[in-house]
């Protein structure tokens, strides 16, 4: 039982380029979401779903695309990669159940550099 | 949207002294409030959380406490111990909303 697998852990870009972050969970949760974390900015959230088919944006949304074909997998997509981009990526996921905890599930992050 | 702020940015103390974080939030909606730690190079995970039908938990030697007039929460880490070095973040959200609002993060050192 892995939770949640992100994929690549380090990446380099150049600026223009595109790439995707991967996101698998194996623990059938609806809530899956991506943050991204800066020094002293705390975890800001970039997008969310709550479902198969169901996205919407979060805090600091420009420059990211997702979608959500699956339950098991939350893709990052950045279409055209910029300096202000550079920074550690986290998936989380939670279920959203009546009278479960609400706990999120972090991965191990996923550290991007944009040159 | 939902604001939190936490205080403070960094906190060392002494092994064995105590520890206290603070956040306030600003969503009188928001009734979940959880805390993370978060060590060098993993993702955070959760450590504790209270409900807004409670106004204190405790679990060994962390306990939180809650303020839902003042719209405020605290992280108390008692007996402190090396490796409760880490940041730590609070968080708020709707219970089942799935969506979560984060401190900024207070990174704590325990100095042996």
């Known amino acids: 039982n892995a939770g949640v697998t992100q994929t690549p852990k380090f990446q380099v870009l150049k600026t223009g380029q595109s790439m995707t972050l991967q996101c698998a969970q194996d623990?059938?949760?609806?809530?899956m979401s991506w943050y991204r974390q800066d020094p002293g900015m705390g975890l800001r959230l970039i997008h969310y779903?709550?479902?198969?088919?169901?996205?919407d944006q979060g805090e600091v949304p420009n420059g990211y695309n997702v979608s959500r074909s699956t339950t098991e997998d939350f893709p990052l997509r950045l279409l055209s990669a910029a300096p202000s981009q550079t920074s550690v990526y986290f998936c989380?996921?939670?279920?959203?159940?009546?009278?479960?905890?609400?706990?999120?599930?972090f991965g191990e992050g996923s550290r991007l550099t944009v040159l | 949207g939902e604001n939190v702020e936490q205080h403070p940015s960094t906190l060392s103390v002494q092994e064995g002294d105590s520890a206290v974080i603070k956040c306030t939030y600003s969503?009188?909606?928001?009734?979940?409030f959880p805390w993370y730690k978060q060590e060098l190079g993993k993702g955070p995970q959760l450590i504790i959380d209270?409900?807004?039908?409670?106004g204190e938990k405790k679990d060994q030697r962390i306990a939180v406490t809650l303020n839902k007039t003042a719209k405020h929460f605290s992280l108390h880490i008692t007996e402190t111990q090396p490796e409760d070095s880490a940041v730590y973040f609070c968080?708020?959200?709707?219970?089942?909303?799935?969506?979560?609002?984060f401190g900024d993060g207070t990174t704590l050192t325990v100095k042996p």
């Open positions: 989380a996921i939670s279920t959203v159940l009546p009278a479960t905890t609400g706990e999120l599930f």
């Open positions: 623990m059938n949760h609806e809530y």
């Open positions: 779903s709550v479902g198969a088919g169901i996205t």
């Open positions: 969503d009188s909606a928001s009734n979940y």
């Open positions: 209270i409900r807004s039908n409670v």
């Open positions: 968080a708020a959200r709707r219970t089942n909303a799935g969506k979560s609002t």
